[in-house]
């Protein structure tokens, strides 16, 4: 048992930071947090001179391959997911969603995590995802490569194939599912292609609610996002992809009311844009990051739930630097507060698993993964970059005083990536 003493909170539901905080600690949980609760005798204290301690980030939307392949690659192509593993709990980020990749083995390795066998963030594994034969990434970044269509994708042609693969993915042990509704992507601009059946999406959604799973699209423009919350989907990630096609501000606002009433998640991918903005304009191709900017502030100004996601392990976006970027962009372009888009990034990504109570908060009962910082993030968000130590389940993975550590090689060959 243990406990930080001296420490201004920041509790990860968007409440105002407590000053002068004590923190108990047994084992992997939160047994108190308060300015004047009991310490026990033979409790290991551990001062940290009014740092700032929060939840551990969550990471709503990764492809664990990571840079520089491209992510979708399988675990002996990416040298066991080190880069992942390693580079996540070096920035903070305790939780991890993987949106899309080789099944067996990121089911595999979310197994390992849980049984401590290796070192890295909690997994949750959405497996194999729903695509159309003729869409992307089938014919983009998929395209002749046979591996990678066998491992990472369910193709349905039918919506009773759909739902047997759904039946099929939750016996293998899949947290959730992910649908790609897409008609175009920035390598192909401007050519289009077919997207996903809308009876298709419905098939899927309705299986996966009668399992108890929850089921995330990837959509690029406002006809593909109210298709799939017509059809009941859970979260909405991207919305508005490069090169895809415009629309004047008042015709979300359907979209926006509808995701108010459904209590649809969006999880926009801000940083992403910004990162591509070199490939689409050299292509002619609308909507780069600024571009996206008023649209996910309508969106928010509507009500509509936010949690975090940055496309995290494709080719521009590199682990740990993308989710700050993303965070950052949270304030800096949706007009959030920084208290507003820490809780994105951690208890309403944890809310999107129906976790808010057991992860992505500082709280009596929650997992101890913790975030300690030496400057304040509620007072400028770029602070959320001044980690000091990260703790996963109550135990120091990064920082001062690491008591697991694994050695690694990061690769060098990444694109230069920068904060904006």
Not at 76 to 84: A, P, T
Request: proline share 4%; glycine share 10%.
């Amino acid at each position: 048992m243990f406990a930080f003493v001296n420490a201004n909170v920041i509790d990860g539901t968007g409440a105002a930071l407590r000053k002068h905080q004590r923190v108990l600690v047994d084992k992997d949980r939160i047994l108190a947090v308060g300015s004047r609760i009991g310490i026990p005798e033979g409790t290991r204290i551990i001062d940290i001179d009014g740092k700032y301690l929060m939840p551990g980030l969550w990471e709503g939307h990764a492809h664990l391959g990571g840079v520089p392949r491209g992510g979708l690659e399988d675990k002996e192509e990416s040298r066991n997911f080190k880069d992942m593993r390693n580079v996540c709990l070096e920035h903070g980020i305790t939780t991890v969603r993987s949106f899309g990749d080789y099944q067996k083995d990121t089911l595999e390795l979310r197994d390992q995590i849980d049984r401590g066998e290796v070192r890295g963030p909690k997994l949750y594994c959405s497996g194999r995802t729903f695509v159309r034969r003729e869409s992307h990434p089938v014919c983009t970044g998929w395209a002749g490569k046979e591996k990678i269509m066998n491992n990472c994708g369910y193709i349905p042609d039918t919506p009773e194939e759909a739902r047997d693969m759904v039946r099929e993915g939750a016996d293998e042990g899949l947290d959730f599912y992910k649908i790609i509704v897409s008609n175009g992507h920035i390598s192909i601009y401007p050519k289009v292609v077919p997207t996903i059946k809308s009876e298709i999406v419905a098939a899927i959604v309705d299986e996966a609610h009668k399992l108890g799973k929850i089921v995330a699209c990837h959509v690029d423009t406002l006809e593909q996002a109210q298709m799939v919350v017509d059809c009941g989907a859970d979260e909405v990630h991207h919305l508005i992809a490069e090169g895809s096609k415009k629309y004047e501000l008042p015709e979300y606002e359907k979209l926006f009311r509808d995701m108010c009433r459904q209590n649809t998640w969006l999880v926009p991918t801000i940083a992403i844009g910004y990162q591509n903005d070199q490939s689409r304009i050299s292509k002619g191709a609308p909507n780069g990051g600024d571009d996206k900017a008023p649209v996910f502030r309508m969106a928010y100004e509507y009500g509509v739930r936010f949690a975090e996601g940055c496309d995290a392990g494709i080719a521009v976006m590199t682990w740990g630097i993308c989710t700050h970027d993303e965070i950052i962009k949270m304030v800096e372009t949706v007009g959030m507060t920084p208290l507003e888009a820490i809780r994105c990034a951690t208890s309403a990504s944890a809310a999107t698993m129906g976790k808010e109570n057991e992860s992505g908060v500082i709280k009596a009962g929650a997992a101890a993964d913790i975030l300690i910082l030496d400057k304040d993030p509620s007072v400028d968000i770029r602070n959320i970059t001044s980690i000091n130590r990260v703790l996963k389940g109550g135990i120091t993975v990064a920082g001062e005083d690491a008591e697991w550590t694994e050695e690694y090689t990061p690769c060098h060959d990444w694109p230069n990536y920068v904060i904006w």
